[in-house]
């Protein structure tokens, strides 16, 4: 294969030139096929034409192995084996079917819209995968059509997978520019890598912040695979700069600390039209230090996404909700989930085929305890079993905005457009809306939560502003409708806008010294009630008093002094609390 591409590279942030999403994935899918089981699985981000391509060629690849698509709604007894109901009815016997783990040892599974797949079933094919022999095992490729930079695939199934491809925004103009071949190639035809590649190896997933062992396996079988692929038979720098791009840049949560400033005087960068001027990048690569060979690949390949993500600091936190609420165990609705032992009462009902299939092996043995049983099917009350559902609980996101002082104007037009920003989603993720504005004397609920965006509007057009500042105030009626919402089976995230200069104490009288110490006492009762939060500080300059207060909710600080209204709505939906993927 040659490792073409689909459009020219552009320069990268280590200074050379960068990779090509479809020239990586292209390569990452040859070293994949070396070795599937070994390397664990791959990960296709985002559809069209360059992710089908990519697919086509790894199923090629593995025509002589199995390949089964898993399906989103599968059951325990479909993807692990169990009893066989129909069969077992008319045999009068238990009859075992086989399961889709056991129909694909040595093969590969394929899991369309992985994002969205169920915690309960990403656990069960994590587990499978730990306790496969050579035999058994078998590999993922998890399709991630996710839109947002938080919807991604279970952290359990791409910690187990070598690869992680983002073709989002690859466009494939002609397949004849990236041929994959599916030649076998063997690792053995290439040496392990040495303890000092390895160090090398290890020393720059953990500038990098990738914390798992994982990775850094699946890193140097890949250099080892690249080697074996090139020809050579020991690793060189080349192949571990490949693998770092391609297996631990994916996973980078931080960035390594910037180099000094170019001083003055420092010499012009060179014309990239002179001939020679890859040739000379690449000549100073190879006389670089092994360390900083990889990592120049590794600054150049993390995924713009992802350094969005670091810079804002959700990759330390992990994932968020995306504005989804936390998920809920229903009886009548929702996403299924699998059954459990149980009386159908309450409002609960009965799985049929899952009570059949647990007193499927009891028959004979109750034929023979009841010989003049009419009854096909001898039933007992430990055979039911009822059907359990998951379902979203729908997300509030509530403004309180200090609407005091002379930025008042500024201050609720910033929290406005946000607000309108975040109902255009609304019916997708389920969320709403609500403000409380606090001036003056105390704070008042302006716009009970809504996802209508017409309502909003109206509530929004005329907002109060000016007069003193009652943060103890806004503090209690943010933590009131919060616990509203909570009992209605919602979830609650409250988004603060203030500079956290308290100046009207909770009974409403003016005084500084009152004001604070009504704030920090409402502030660490919103502590203790355990509701998520964001403060942001909209002063000119970060105040030491917003960052108190903030300390004493538990919440986030974050200084936003220019904030627009689009700033606001990526800070707010950066900050939701962690949730896992529906």
Known sequence: MQDGASHAPQDGPSGGPSVDRLADAALAARLFLTAPQLFGGIVLRGDGPARDHILAALKEGCEAKPWRRLPGHIDDERLLGGIDIAASLASGAPVRQTGLLDEVRGGVVCVPMAERMRDELAGKLAQAMDSADDETAFALVLLDDGREPDQRPPANLTDRTAFV???????????????LSTVAHRLETAKPASDAQLASLAQIAAVFGVSSTRPLIFAAHAARAHAALEGRMAIEDEDLAVAARLILAPRATRLPPTSEPEQEGSPPEPDKNQPGETEAYSHQAHDAPLEDVILDAMLASIPEDILAAIADGRMQRGASGGGAGNRTKSKLRGRPLGARPGIPRGGARLALIDSLRAAAPWQ???????PDAERAVLVRKDDLRVRRFEERAGTVTVFCVDASGSAAAARLAEAKGAVELILAQAYVKRSEVALIAFRGEGAEVLLPPTRSLTRARRALAGLPGGGGTPLASGITTGLQLAESI???????????????????????????????????QAAKRFARSGVEAILIDISPRPRADAEKVAKAMRARYLPLPMADAAALERAVTAAQPQMVNA
Do not use: H, M, W, Y
Not at 165 to 179: F, H, K, N
Not at 493 to 520: C, H, M, W, Y
């Open 165 to 179: 491809c983002d073709l989002a925004a690859a466009q494939l103009i002609d397949p004849a520019t990236l041929p």
């Open 364 to 370: 004979a043995v109750r034929r023979r305890d009841e």
């Open 486 to 520: 909570a009992s209605r089976g919602r979830t609650p995230f409250l988004v603060f806008l203030t500079d956290g200069s308290a100046n009207i104490a909770a009974d409403g009288t003016p005084g500084r010294g009152q004001a604070k110490e009504d704030a920090e």
